[in-house]
Antibody, heavy 117, light 109 residues
Framework: QGALVQSGPQVTRPGASVKVSCKMS????????IAWVRQAPGHGLEWMGW????????ISAERFQDRLTMTIDKSTATAYMELMSLTSDDSAVYYC??????????WGQGTLVTVAS | QSALTQPPSVSGSPGQSITISCSGS?????????VSWYRQSSAKAPELIVY???KRPSGVSSRLTGAKSGNTASLTISGLQPEDEAVYYC?????????FGGGTWLSVL
C-alpha cells in the first residue's frame, strides 16, 4: 500500500515561510502524485494543490498560487510543500496524501504549523 | 465557503442507519466516478472510505455505502456503532481542482 511520513511541528512568524516534508515509501515515485491538504483549527479540509512525481508539474488552488511551492525530490522519495508570506490564518495542520486521480490515499500523519509573533 | 454542501451534523442510535448528503452546484461532480468520502476521527488524519462514488477500499466495512444521483452524492452507514462517531467529508474533482465538503459530524447517541 505504501506510507507517507511527514516532518514535525513548526512554529514560525508572520511574513516568514514554512517548508513541510512528506517522505514516501512503498511507491514508485515517477508514477506517484502528491496532494497537499490543510485543516485550520476547528475547520474542515482544504485542498491546496498537487505535484506529480513524473515531471514535477504542479497545480495549485487559486488562492495559494502566488505563494505556494510544491516539489518532489526523486532521489530521496520526498515531497515538499513551502508556503510563503505566512499570516496567522495559515496556522493549520498540513497533510500530504497520494493522489491517484480518484481519491487521496494514504495520508500522512499531518504537520502542525503555528504562525505567531 | 465550500462548493460542496453537507449537513453540519447527523446523529443516530447504535444499530440504526444514517445518510449523509453532499450536494454540488452545476459543474461540480465533473465525473460521476470521482466522488470520494473520508472519515476523520478526533485528532487523526483523514481516512479514505469510499471512492468513485460507490467503491470501498479493502478493509472498509460493508456497512458503509456510497451512492450518487445527479449532483448529489450520499454516504449511508448502517448498523451504527460507537466507533462510527467521526467527521465525514465528501470530495469531488471539478475538472481542474479538488474541492471538499464542509464536513458532517456524526454523533452516535
Amino acid at each position: 500500500q505504501g506510507a507517507l511520513v511527514q516532518s514535525g511541528p513548526q512554529v514560525t512568524r508572520p511574513g516568514a515561510s514554512v517548508k513541510v516534508s512528506c517522505k514516501m515509501s512503498g511507491f514508485t515515485i515517477i508514477s506517484t502524485d502528491i496532494a497537499w491538504v490543510r485543516q485550520a483549527p476547528g475547520h474542515g479540509l482544504e485542498w491546496m494543490g498537487w505535484v506529480t512525481g513524473f515531471n514535477g508539474r504542479t497545480i495549485s488552488a487559486e488562492r495559494f498560487q502566488d505563494r505556494l511551492t510544491m516539489t518532489i525530490d526523486k532521489s530521496t522519495a520526498t515531497a515538499y510543500m513551502e508556503l510563503m508570506s505566512l499570516t496567522s490564518d495559515d496556522s493549520a495542520v498540513y497533510y500530504c496524501a497520494r493522489d491517484d486521480y480518484r481519491s487521496f490515499d494514504p495520508w500522512g500523519q499531518g504537520t502542525l504549523v503555528t504562525v505567531a509573533s | 465557503q465550500s462548493a460542496l454542501t453537507q449537513p453540519p451534523s447527523v446523529s443516530g442510535s447504535p444499530g440504526q442507519s444514517i445518510t449523509i448528503s453532499c450536494s454540488g452546484s452545476t459543474g461540480h461532480f465533473e465525473s460521476v466516478k470521482l466522488v470520494s468520502w473520508y472519515r476523520q476521527s478526533s485528532a487523526k488524519a483523514p481516512e479514505l472510505i469510499v471512492y468513485e462514488s460507490t467503491k470501498r477500499p479493502s478493509g472498509v466495512s460493508s456497512r458503509l455505502t456510497g451512492a450518487k444521483s445527479g449532483n448529489t452524492a450520499s454516504l449511508t452507514i448502517s448498523g451504527l456503532q460507537p466507533e462510527d462517531e467521526a467527521v465525514y467529508y465528501c470530495c469531488s474533482y471539478t475538472g481542474s481542482f479538488w474541492v471538499f465538503g464542509g464536513g458532517t459530524w456524526l454523533s452516535v447517541l
